[in-house]
């Protein structure tokens, strides 16, 4: 699985950087790897993953279990989109490969081009973070407030929305702020993030910005710590992560 770390707020550098996956993609296969999983950026490899006769079995058992095509439309075998398809005809491995020849020459160029010039602006942990999670999710999983609250609002995922929202200088409520208070600090999130995030610092920094701007959550906080201490839930929850 290919990581390529980029900056989403320079739209110029993103969409050239974003154009290297496949150049890299197709650098792995050349050493000996195997696409990790199929979806649109790996179906003009699909060949590399799977021989012909496999594919021919898993084409045959999609129209049997989903003849009418609901599961992961138009992403698997090949992409389809509206708009005359082109992206579904450029992402055919026929057409892909010359493309990918074709842009492993120019994207490097077109890269150092779009970067911006000058010094890179300092930056917070929480500013940092806030553009460098993926959504991937696997923090909530694990997020022992979210398991008793059963609140989405309190997952680290959701925290990072705020938070790209109150450095956007939009506005949030009250009610939301008070939900990101709603955290132990067990640092459960840390350990799983796939970006490797210091996401405990984040939530002090987030904590510290919205305590300034709203006030600290006393009540809730102290509701939400008896509301943990009686949960059975949360207990199987610590037991278990002592046996990790
Ligand atoms: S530190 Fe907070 S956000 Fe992270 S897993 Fe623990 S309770 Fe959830
Ligand atoms: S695990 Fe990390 S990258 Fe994934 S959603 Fe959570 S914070 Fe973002």
């Known amino acids: 699985m290919l990581s390529y770390m980029s900056d989403v707020r320079e739209p110029k550098t993103y969409l050239a950087h974003m154009s290297l996956i496949p150049v890299l993609t197709r650098l792995g296969l050349k050493f000996g790897g195997v696409p990790y999983g199929i979806g649109i950026w790996n179906t003009p490899f699909i060949n590399d993953k799977y021989d012909t006769k496999t594919l021919e079995l898993y084409r045959a ?49 077109l890269g150092k081009r779009a970067s911006p010039k000058g010094d890179l602006k300092e930056e917070s942990v929480l500013e940092k973070i806030v553009y460098s999670c993926i959504k991937c999710g696997s923090c909530a999983a694990v997020c022992p407030a979210y398991l008793v609250t059963n609140e989405e609002s309190v997952t680290p995922k959701n925290k990072l929305y705020l938070a790209k929202k109150l450095l956007a200088g939009d506005a949030i409520s009250k009610i939301d702020s008070d939900k990101i208070f709603l955290c132990t ?29 709203f006030g600290a959550p006393e009540e809730a906080i102290r509701d939400f710590v008896s509301t943990m201490e009686s949960s059975e839930d949360y207990w199987r929850f610590v037991y278990n992560a002592q046996k990790i």
């Open 61 to 109: 058992y999609k129209k049997e279990v989903d003849p009418h095509n609901i599961l992961n439309p138009n992403k698997f075998f090949a992409v389809k989109t509206k708009m005359a398809n082109i992206p579904g005809i450029m992402f055919k491995p026929r057409i892909f490969r010359p493309l990918i020849r074709i842009s492993a020459t120019v994207i490097p160029i």
């Open 185 to 213: 600090h067990c640092e459960m999130c840390r350990a799983v993030c796939q970006n490797d995030l210091d996401l405990v610092t984040a939530w002090t920094e987030l904590e510290k910005l919205l305590e300034s701007e």
